[in-house]
Structures are given as C-alpha cells and as structure tokens.
Nanobody, 117 residues
Framework: DVQLVESGGGLAQPGGSLRLSCAASDFRFSTAVMTWVRQAPGKGLEWVASINGGGDMPVYADSVKGRFTISRDNTKNILYLQLNSLKTEDTARYYC??????????GGQGTEVTVSS
C-alpha cells in the first residue's frame, strides 16, 4: 500500500511561511505525479498544486499561485510544499496524494495549518 506521511504544519501569522513535507514509501515515487490538496474547516476538498515525476512541471491553483511552491526530492522520496505570504484563508488540513488534481489519492492523516494573528 502507498504510504504518505505529512508533517510541517503549525501556527503561522498572516504573511508568514511554513514548509510542509510528505514522506512517501511503498511505491515508485520518482515516476509518480504528486499533489497537495487541502480541506478547510467546514469546507470541501480543494486542489492546491501538482507536480510531475521529474519535478519540472508544477501547476498551481489560482488561489495559491505566486505564494506556494511545490517541489520534490526523488532521492529521498519526499514531496514539499513551501507556503509563503500566508493568509487566514489558507487555514486547512493539508494532504499529499498520488496522482493529479482533486481526485488524487490521499494516504495519510494530513498536517494542520492555522494562519492567525
């Protein structure tokens, strides 16, 4: 089974930064399209960003474009999401997933991000 373990969430102030990580195992990470999705309290799942296996073709939701950066280290089987210029509306539980887009398959518990002053 695919194993995905997210970490790096926490409390940040508006305008602040966080770096999320997702440790992947038990599948061929280096060739897998990977995705971050999030779910805000009381809301549905929202696609955030996806990246191809080679790491050179990231795509972003308009809501995070220019503020978030998705990247990966295929030597360590880790997916990252750098969150900059955080807004209160970025408060959510963030999940990494295999595949592309909103229907990507989640495998972990997610990591909670709270943006508040």
């Amino acid at each position: 089974d695919v194993q995905l373990v997210e970490s790096g969430g926490g409390l940040a102030q508006p305008g602040g930064s966080l770096r999320l990580s997702c440790a992947a195992s038990d599948f061929r990470f280096s060739t897998a399209v990977m995705t971050w999705v999030r779910q805000a309290p009381g809301k549905g799942l929202e696609w955030v960003a996806s990246i191809n296996g080679g790491g050179d073709m990231p795509v972003y939701a308009d809501s995070v474009k220019g503020r978030f950066t998705i990247s990966r280290d295929n030597t360590k089987n880790i997916l990252y999401l750098q969150l900059n210029s955080l807004k209160t509306e970025d408060t959510a539980r963030y999940y990494c997933a295999t595949g592309f887009g909103i229907n990507a398959r989640r495998g972990g518990q997610g990591t909670e991000v709270t943006v508040s002053s």
